[in-house]
T-cell receptor
Framework: SQQGEEDPQALSIQEGENATMNCSYK?????LQWYRQNSGRGLVHLIL?????REKHSGRLRVTLDTSKKSSSLLITASRAADTASYFC??????????FGPGTRLSVLP | EAQVTQNPRYLITVTGKKLTVTCSQN?????MSWYRQDPGLGLRQIYY???????DKGDVPEGYKVSRKEKRNFPLILESPSPNQTSLYFC?????????????FGSGTRLTVV
């Protein structure tokens, strides 16, 4: 069962620009997490935001959560070529297994 | 270094030949899980374990077995692999099932069943 759905599926930007990815989900959550995956490698945890939080920052990452709209966004500021990867949101909900969305493929062009 | 170690990284096998993919974590995490990743389908959970001797099915458990005899190890067993189990597999661990902390993933095992 897919809970989180990222949007867009793919995104290409120039180095230095900001990248925004969105995640929508269906049922109430305990927390929502964002992960990065470089091609064929393991996922790396980026940030966790709890259901009672609205915004979190970590370095060049900014995550927002709107529980009324059941959506979250991940903003990467001043993107670099090394940010090229797939980004996944994952939701933790009561009574459900931890569920990953299908991901957004980000390409940062030099 | 805190990590989840999977072996092997790559494996090509023939239909029906039993295999085991090992997973070990050195962070004393209670929760461990196996996922498979397929193009267009994202990550799907196969099995998970909340603690030693406690395992449960995820979304796609058919054709797989797991065991959790020790806290650090969570092997994935394919008793009779079939070509539809060709996939990229990830082991992950977390304290408390990821509810307060994120998951740490292994580097993945790319399995091809011919």
């Amino acid at each position: 069962s897919q809970q989180g759905e990222e949007d867009p599926q793919a995104l290409s930007i120039q180095e230095g620009e900001n990248a925004t990815m969105n995640c929508s989900y269906k049922t109430s959550i305990n927390n929502l997490q964002w992960y990065r995956q470089n091609s064929g490698r393991g996922l790396v945890h980026l940030i966790l935001i709890r259901s009672n939080e609205r915004e979190k920052h970590s370095g060049r990452l900014r995550v927002t959560l709107d529980t009324s709209k059941k959506s979250s966004s991940l903003l990467i500021t001043a993107s670099r070529a090394a940010d090229t990867a797939s980004y996944f949101c994952a939701t933790d909900s009561y009574g459900q297994n931890f569920v990953f969305g299908p991901g957004t493929r980000l390409s940062v062009l030099p | 270094e805190a990590q989840v170690t999977q072996n092997p990284r790559y494996l090509i096998t023939v239909t029906g030949k039993k295999l085991t993919v090992t997973c070990s974590q050195n962070m004393n995490h209670e929760y461990m899980s196996w996922y498979r990743q397929d193009p267009g389908l994202g990550l799907r959970q196969i099995y998970y374990s909340m603690n030693v001797e406690v395992t449960d099915k995820g979304d796609v458990p058919e054709g797989y077995k797991v065991s959790r005899k020790e806290k650090r190890n969570f092997p994935l067993i394919l008793e009779s692999p079939s070509p539809n189990q060709t996939s990229l597999y990830f082991c992950a661990s977390s304290p408390l099932g990821g509810r307060s902390w994120g998951y740490t993933f292994g580097s993945g095992t790319r399995l091809t069943v011919v």
